[in-house]
């Protein structure tokens, strides 16, 4: 099992930026992929989520409005589409496998089995 964010790079606030997460080695349809970002220091927090069997997403209060998940199942390929970036966004932003199937609600580490090394957003005032 792997996944490899792409996509980061230094942005001014008020800008966008897509990350990419590449999966191989299992069943993408089977499984939700999820957005996760941490601030050294800090917590990892979850950013958004896209279930397989039906799409659904959801996303953090902070990110609704701004952020937008997506994914391209004939890639295996999920997409973090970020506008309208604030410094507060400012993290390493990691792709995570989740056990199931569906995003259901909340974010919770223990529901994702196989993470990425992450790819740094900074964003700039």
């Known amino acids: 099992v792997q996944l490899v964010e792409s996509g980061g790079a230094l942005v001014q606030a008020g800008g966008s930026l897509r990350l990419s997460c590449a999966a191989s080695g299992f069943a993408f349809d089977d499984y939700a992929i999820g957005w996760f970002r941490q601030v050294p220091g800090k917590e990892r927090e979850g950013v958004s989520c896209i279930g397989s069997s039906d799409g659904s997403t959801d996303y953090t209060d902070s990110v609704k409005g701004r952020f937008s998940i997506s994914s391209d199942n004939a890639k295996n390929m999920v997409y973090l589409q970020m506008n309208s970036l604030k410094p507060e966004d400012t993290a390493i932003y990691y792709c995570?496998?989740?056990?199931?199937?569906?995003?259901?609600?909340?974010?919770?580490?223990?529901?994702?089995?196989?993470w990425g090394q992450g790819t740094l957003v900074i964003v700039s005032s």
């Open positions: 995570a496998k989740k056990i199931w199937e569906t995003c259901g609600s909340g974010f919770f580490h223990y529901e994702y089995d196989r």
